[in-house]
């Protein structure tokens, strides 16, 4: 099993920058990549961006894409999300997911390809 804990989000202006982290505890070693999606009231939750674990590849939703950045730092098992150039569109629930390795590939911006989820931290960003 793995645990992931969020933190880091919050109150924060339209243009403003906000960082949130994942942390991951228990067995990490047998993680693929890890990622962050999201959820605006009413809406469905919707992917932002993943990271391999190994390796260190990124993608990143077009709505996105330019204005936030994943990383990873592998000795502390956590996963950041930098978001700069914030819009009130933004404002929405953030989720930690982690994927677990696999013999295949799965799509990485479906949420059924991740087998781990943090509680989420909420983000909000103001008009």
């Known amino acids: 099993q793995v645990q992931l804990v969020e933190s880091g989000g919050g109150l924060v202006q339209a243009g403003g920058s906000l960082r949130v982290s994942c942390a991951a505890s228990?067995?990490?070693?047998?993680?693929?990549?890890m990622g962050w999606f999201r959820q605006a009231p009413g809406k469905e939750r919707e992917f932002v961006a993943t990271i391999r674990w190994s390796g260190g590849g990124t993608y990143y939703a077009d709505s996105v894409k330019g204005r936030f950045t994943i990383s990873r730092d592998n000795a502390k098992n956590t996963v950041y999300l930098q978001m700069n150039s914030l819009k009130p569109e933004d404002t929405a629930v953030y989720y930690c997911?982690?994927?677990?390795?696999?013999?295949?590939?799965?799509?990485?911006?479906?949420?059924?390809?991740?087998?781990?989820w943090g509680q989420g931290t909420q983000v909000t960003v103001s008009s």
């Open positions: 228990g067995r990490t070693f047998s993680l693929y990549a």
């Open positions: 997911a982690a994927e677990k390795q696999t013999y295949y590939s799965r799509p990485y911006a479906y949420e059924s390809t991740y087998d781990y």
